[in-house]
């Protein structure tokens, strides 16, 4: 995953800047972060002037790893699976915080309208917050005709992302976390701002 190139229309550009910001944080990814601060305070401006930017020192990045882990990867139970199937509540009972569930099968025929596929290096499931937030950023950077963006973002992002950032603040002591959470939080509820 790279840094959004500065000359995408802003949605956009958010959408994979929060596909980058809510990657595996590892030194050589966290190291392109100030690259995009930009970006990330033109979109923050934009929703909210008092809605804080995620900044991450280059001395954080062990830190910032393990928080990452904590949360959202284990070993163990993690208190914000970053997995859209874990947070829907209109599925069946015996669905409800499990992985792999309905809402993978339009996710994949919406990458495929797309033309993407997920790579299997990345040993992440298709609803992955990443993940999508690539493949919206992608259908925004095509001025998506198909309505692929608006697909992603009514009917997966928008629906799971204000209950998953809300945990993910909750549950973080890390202000890079926090600040992430408010921002994507913010953006999927007002990306027609952009």
């Given amino acids: 995953m790279?840094?959004?190139?500065?000359?995408?229309n802003v949605a956009a550009s958010a959408a994979l800047l929060l596909a980058h910001w809510w990657a595996r944080p590892l030194?050589?990814?966290?190291?392109?972060?100030?690259?995009?601060q930009e970006v990330?305070?033109?979109?923050?401006?934009?929703?909210?002037?008092?809605?804080?930017?995620?900044?991450?020192?280059?001395?954080?990045?062990d830190a910032l790893?393990?928080?990452?882990?904590?949360?959202?990867?284990g070993p163990g139970p993690v208190p914000c699976p970053p997995y859209e199937s874990y947070w829907r509540t209109d599925v069946l009972p015996y669905q409800r915080h499990a992985l792999m569930g309905p809402c993978i099968d339009d996710l994949v025929q919406q990458y495929q309208r797309l033309g993407i596929v997920v790579d299997p290096a990345s040993k992440e499931l298709p609803d992955h917050v990443a993940i999508e937030f690539e493949a919206l950023g992608y259908a925004l950077?095509?001025?998506?005709?198909?309505?692929?963006?608006?697909?992603?973002?009514?009917?997966?992002?928008?629906?799971?992302?204000?209950?998953?950032?809300?945990?993910?603040?909750?549950?973080?002591?890390?202000?890079?976390?926090?600040?992430?959470?408010?921002?994507?939080?913010r953006w999927s509820q007002q990306m027609g701002r952009l």
């Fill in 65 to 73: 790893l393990t928080e990452y882990e904590r949360l959202f990867a």
């Fill in 27 to 36: 030194t050589a990814v966290v190291a392109t972060w100030p690259d995009a």
């Fill in 141 to 185: 950077s095509l001025q998506d005709d198909q309505g692929v963006a608006a697909q992603l973002l009514d009917a997966h992002l928008g629906i799971w992302i204000p209950q998953w950032g809300a945990a993910v603040a909750d549950a973080s002591g890390n202000r890079f976390y926090k600040a992430l959470a408010a921002l994507t939080v």
């Fill in 2 to 8: 790279s840094t959004p190139a500065p000359e995408l």
């Fill in 40 to 61: 990330a305070a033109a979109v923050s401006s934009r929703l909210s002037p008092d809605l804080p930017v995620p900044v991450c020192a280059a001395d954080e990045v």
